[in-house]
């Protein structure tokens, strides 16, 4: 376990890390709330985006919210959606996320009325090559 510097050191990392993401996304030092697009699926058209002022670094990564967002409703035994919200957590020293909260909203850009939501598993989970989680992981944490 890193004790003293070593951890002040990540944690400084990390937070220079997350400005220069957040002056990336943005374009300006007035961090906006608004969605920036990080990936648009090839089939369905899909795309997904995330918010870079709810980055906060960890000891080991970021929490983020992130949206998938439908070109079409999606109709579930729950409830018609359009766009999904989550809070994660990305671990960028193992590679793995965990859903910590999950909102399912009836219209696009997580507008509308929630139609479902759950709080996370809090299992950190691995993603496999060339998914959008590992997009994501590229975007935040390199």
């Not at 009325?113 to 994501?136: C, H, M, R, Y």
């Amino acid at each position: 376990m890193r004790t003293g510097p070593e951890v002040r050191q990540r944690f400084h990392s990390a937070r220079l890390r997350l400005l220069t993401i957040t002056l990336l996304l943005t374009g300006s030092l007035a961090v906006q709330a608004e969605w920036q697009p990080y990936a648009t699926a090839e089939v369905g058209g899909e795309r997904y985006y995330l918010d870079p002022a709810t980055l906060q670094p960890t000891p080991v990564g970021f929490t983020l919210v992130v949206l998938s967002n439908y070109p079409v409703p999606i109709k579930e035994s729950f409830g018609t959606f359009q766009s999904v919200r989550s809070e994660i957590e990305m671990d960028c020293t193992h590679h793995q996320l965990r859903d910590m909260a999950i909102r399912f909203h009836r219209k696009p850009m997580a507008k509308g009325k929630v139609v479902f939501q759950d709080t996370g598993s809090g299992t950190f989970q691995s993603w496999p090559a060339g998914s959008l989680n590992e997009i994501l992981h590229k975007v935040v944490c390199q």
